[in-house]
Protein backbone atom coordinates (compact mmCIF):
# COMPACT_ATOMS: atom_id res chain seq x y z
CA UNK A 1 0.00 0.00 0.00
CA UNK A 2 0.74 3.99 -0.33
CA UNK A 3 3.42 4.49 2.40
CA UNK A 4 5.81 7.86 3.92
CA UNK A 5 8.73 6.48 5.34
CA UNK A 6 9.98 9.17 7.80
CA UNK A 7 13.71 9.56 9.16
CA UNK A 8 15.12 9.61 11.36
CA UNK A 9 12.89 8.61 15.06
CA UNK A 10 14.50 10.52 17.00
CA UNK A 11 17.57 13.36 17.15
CA UNK A 12 19.11 14.83 19.74
CA UNK A 13 20.58 18.52 19.13
CA UNK A 14 22.22 20.53 21.33
CA UNK A 15 20.21 23.80 21.77
CA UNK A 16 21.33 25.99 18.27
CA UNK A 17 22.41 23.49 16.31
CA UNK A 18 20.53 22.40 13.48
CA UNK A 19 17.73 19.74 12.69
CA UNK A 20 16.42 17.83 9.37
CA UNK A 21 13.69 15.25 8.65
CA UNK A 22 13.25 13.96 5.49
CA UNK A 23 10.45 11.82 4.19
CA UNK A 24 9.84 9.71 1.20
CA UNK A 25 6.61 8.50 -0.54
CA UNK A 26 6.35 5.37 -2.75
CA UNK A 27 3.92 7.06 -4.50
CA UNK A 28 3.84 10.76 -6.68
CA UNK A 29 2.26 12.77 -3.90
CA UNK A 30 -0.22 16.18 -5.13
CA UNK A 31 1.08 17.72 -1.49
CA UNK A 32 2.83 17.47 0.91
CA UNK A 33 2.15 19.18 4.66
CA UNK A 34 3.99 19.22 7.74
CA UNK A 35 2.45 18.97 11.21
CA UNK A 36 4.50 19.65 14.65
CA UNK A 37 3.22 18.17 18.11
CA UNK A 38 4.03 19.38 21.10
CA UNK A 39 4.59 17.01 24.13
CA UNK A 40 1.32 16.39 25.52
CA UNK A 41 -0.48 17.79 22.62
CA UNK A 42 -1.95 17.49 19.43
CA UNK A 43 -0.65 17.76 16.16
CA UNK A 44 -0.56 21.81 14.50
CA UNK A 45 -0.56 22.39 10.72
CA UNK A 46 2.77 24.11 9.65
CA UNK A 47 2.68 24.12 6.15
CA UNK A 48 1.63 22.66 2.75
CA UNK A 49 3.35 22.16 -0.13
CA UNK A 50 2.07 21.74 -3.78
CA UNK A 51 4.14 22.29 -6.70
CA UNK A 52 7.22 20.51 -7.56
CA UNK A 53 10.36 21.44 -6.09
CA UNK A 54 8.89 24.04 -3.58
CA UNK A 55 11.14 25.94 -1.06
CA UNK A 56 9.07 27.55 1.69
CA UNK A 57 10.26 28.88 4.82
CA UNK A 58 8.93 29.98 8.29
CA UNK A 59 11.28 32.07 10.29
CA UNK A 60 13.92 29.56 11.07
CA UNK A 61 12.12 26.38 9.54
CA UNK A 62 12.53 25.89 5.41
CA UNK A 63 10.50 23.06 4.37
CA UNK A 64 11.57 21.79 0.59
CA UNK A 65 9.80 19.61 -1.53
CA UNK A 66 11.28 17.37 -4.20
CA UNK A 67 10.87 17.64 -8.25
CA UNK A 68 9.56 14.54 -8.02
CA UNK A 69 6.79 15.24 -5.29
CA UNK A 70 8.02 12.21 -3.33
CA UNK A 71 10.39 13.23 -1.16
CA UNK A 72 10.12 16.86 1.12
CA UNK A 73 12.31 18.21 3.81
CA UNK A 74 12.23 20.50 7.27
CA UNK A 75 15.20 21.66 8.06
CA UNK A 76 15.19 23.84 11.40
CA UNK A 77 18.25 26.44 11.66
CA UNK A 78 19.67 27.18 14.89
CA UNK A 79 17.15 25.24 17.18
CA UNK A 80 15.55 26.85 20.30
CA UNK A 81 13.89 25.04 23.20
CA UNK A 82 10.65 25.86 21.36
CA UNK A 83 11.13 23.53 18.65
CA UNK A 84 11.04 20.63 21.04
CA UNK A 85 8.17 17.89 19.53
CA UNK A 86 7.35 15.83 17.46
CA UNK A 87 7.48 17.08 13.75
CA UNK A 88 4.85 14.58 11.40
CA UNK A 89 5.08 15.13 7.68
CA UNK A 90 2.03 13.92 5.40
CA UNK A 91 1.56 13.30 1.75
CA UNK A 92 -1.90 13.56 0.39
CA UNK A 93 -3.09 12.27 -3.19
CA UNK A 94 -5.10 13.64 -5.60
CA UNK A 95 -7.54 10.18 -5.74
CA UNK A 96 -7.56 9.74 -1.80
CA UNK A 97 -9.10 11.46 1.21
CA UNK A 98 -6.89 10.13 3.83
CA UNK A 99 -3.44 11.51 4.34
CA UNK A 100 -0.79 9.19 4.46
CA UNK A 101 1.16 9.90 7.84
CA UNK A 102 4.81 9.36 8.19
CA UNK A 103 5.98 8.13 11.55
CA UNK A 104 7.43 11.66 13.10
CA UNK A 105 10.54 12.64 13.88
CA UNK A 106 11.22 13.54 17.91
CA UNK A 107 13.31 16.25 17.84
CA UNK A 108 14.90 16.32 21.88
CA UNK A 109 17.06 19.47 23.07
CA UNK A 110 19.94 18.15 25.10
CA UNK A 111 20.65 19.76 28.15
CA UNK B 1 -13.39 30.68 16.11
CA UNK B 2 -13.88 27.74 17.92
CA UNK B 3 -11.32 24.51 17.08
CA UNK B 4 -11.98 21.35 17.08
CA UNK B 5 -13.16 19.91 20.58
CA UNK B 6 -13.64 16.09 22.49
CA UNK B 7 -15.01 14.87 25.01
CA UNK B 8 -13.94 13.33 27.83
CA UNK B 9 -10.73 14.66 27.92
CA UNK B 10 -9.92 11.57 30.10
CA UNK B 11 -11.63 8.73 30.57
CA UNK B 12 -10.74 5.84 32.50
CA UNK B 13 -13.01 2.75 32.40
CA UNK B 14 -12.68 -0.86 33.19
CA UNK B 15 -12.06 -3.91 31.08
CA UNK B 16 -15.43 -5.20 29.23
CA UNK B 17 -17.34 -1.58 29.63
CA UNK B 18 -18.43 -0.05 27.34
CA UNK B 19 -16.75 4.40 26.19
CA UNK B 20 -18.55 6.63 24.09
CA UNK B 21 -15.90 9.79 22.57
CA UNK B 22 -17.21 12.65 21.24
CA UNK B 23 -15.89 15.53 18.74
CA UNK B 24 -17.52 18.37 17.95
CA UNK B 25 -15.61 19.45 14.60
CA UNK B 26 -15.25 22.87 13.48
CA UNK B 27 -18.28 24.62 11.81
CA UNK B 28 -18.45 24.07 7.61
CA UNK B 29 -16.02 21.34 7.61
CA UNK B 30 -17.99 18.26 5.73
CA UNK B 31 -14.72 15.72 6.87
CA UNK B 32 -14.07 14.24 9.97
CA UNK B 33 -11.30 11.69 10.67
CA UNK B 34 -10.60 10.07 13.80
CA UNK B 35 -7.15 8.80 14.92
CA UNK B 36 -5.84 6.59 17.82
CA UNK B 37 -2.44 7.62 19.08
CA UNK B 38 -0.21 4.99 21.61
CA UNK B 39 2.32 6.41 23.51
CA UNK B 40 5.50 7.89 21.91
CA UNK B 41 3.49 6.22 18.38
CA UNK B 42 2.57 8.04 15.28
CA UNK B 43 -0.91 8.35 14.37
CA UNK B 44 -3.43 5.42 13.81
CA UNK B 45 -5.68 6.18 10.99
CA UNK B 46 -9.12 4.86 12.10
CA UNK B 47 -12.15 6.20 10.03
CA UNK B 48 -12.98 9.02 7.35
CA UNK B 49 -16.36 10.53 7.50
CA UNK B 50 -17.65 12.89 4.23
CA UNK B 51 -20.73 14.42 5.62
CA UNK B 52 -22.35 11.51 7.50
CA UNK B 53 -21.03 8.72 5.66
CA UNK B 54 -18.30 6.81 6.32
CA UNK B 55 -16.80 5.67 2.99
CA UNK B 56 -13.46 3.91 4.99
CA UNK B 57 -14.26 1.82 8.14
CA UNK B 58 -11.49 -0.10 7.12
CA UNK B 59 -8.72 0.99 9.89
CA UNK B 60 -11.20 0.23 12.43
CA UNK B 61 -9.02 -2.41 14.77
CA UNK B 62 -11.76 -4.56 15.38
CA UNK B 63 -15.80 -4.79 15.53
CA UNK B 64 -15.97 -3.84 18.89
CA UNK B 65 -15.24 0.09 17.49
CA UNK B 66 -17.79 2.02 15.64
CA UNK B 67 -18.14 5.57 14.86
CA UNK B 68 -21.76 7.67 13.49
CA UNK B 69 -21.57 11.26 12.53
CA UNK B 70 -24.90 12.74 12.68
CA UNK B 71 -25.98 16.06 11.02
CA UNK B 72 -22.85 16.53 8.98
CA UNK B 73 -21.41 17.63 12.43
CA UNK B 74 -20.53 16.11 15.97
CA UNK B 75 -18.63 12.29 15.79
CA UNK B 76 -19.02 9.54 18.00
CA UNK B 77 -16.46 6.93 18.90
CA UNK B 78 -17.93 3.94 20.39
CA UNK B 79 -15.44 1.07 21.82
CA UNK B 80 -17.60 -1.91 23.01
CA UNK B 81 -16.31 -4.13 25.56
CA UNK B 82 -12.86 -2.24 25.98
CA UNK B 83 -9.69 -4.09 26.15
CA UNK B 84 -6.38 -2.90 28.15
CA UNK B 85 -5.72 -2.47 24.22
CA UNK B 86 -7.43 0.04 23.78
CA UNK B 87 -5.46 2.60 25.97
CA UNK B 88 -4.66 5.01 24.14
CA UNK B 89 -5.16 8.90 22.88
CA UNK B 90 -7.97 9.03 20.46
CA UNK B 91 -7.50 12.43 18.09
CA UNK B 92 -10.36 13.49 16.35
CA UNK B 93 -9.56 16.40 12.86
CA UNK B 94 -11.81 18.07 10.48
CA UNK B 95 -10.95 19.46 6.91
CA UNK B 96 -12.72 22.19 5.05
CA UNK B 97 -13.40 18.60 2.70
CA UNK B 98 -12.44 15.20 2.23
CA UNK B 99 -10.07 15.70 -0.61
CA UNK B 100 -6.27 15.02 1.13
CA UNK B 101 -5.12 18.69 -0.37
CA UNK B 102 -6.73 20.16 2.76
CA UNK B 103 -5.19 20.72 5.80
CA UNK B 104 -6.48 18.97 9.22
CA UNK B 105 -7.48 20.41 12.45
CA UNK B 106 -7.42 18.77 15.50
CA UNK B 107 -8.90 18.09 18.93
CA UNK B 108 -6.95 18.00 22.00
CA UNK B 109 -7.48 14.49 22.05
CA UNK B 110 -8.86 12.13 24.71
CA UNK B 111 -6.93 9.79 27.15
CA UNK B 112 -8.55 6.47 27.47
CA UNK B 113 -7.39 4.22 29.95
CA UNK B 114 -8.73 1.00 30.57
CA UNK B 115 -7.79 -0.50 33.78
Known amino acids: GQQVMQIPQYQHVQEGEDFTTYCNSSTTLSNIQWYKQRPGGHPVFLIQLVKSGEVKKQKRLTFQFGEAKKNSSLHITATQTTDVGTYFC???????????WGAGTKLIIKP | GAGVSQSPSNKVTEKGKDVELRCDPI?????LYWYRQSLGQGLEFLIY????????KSGLPSDRFSAERTGGSVSTLTIQRTQQEDSAVYLC?????????????FGPGTRLTVT
Open chain 2, 49 to 56: FQGNSAPD
Open chain 1, 90 to 100: AGGMDSNYQLI
Open chain 2, 27 to 31: SGHTA
Open chain 2, 93 to 105: ASSLDGQGNYEQY
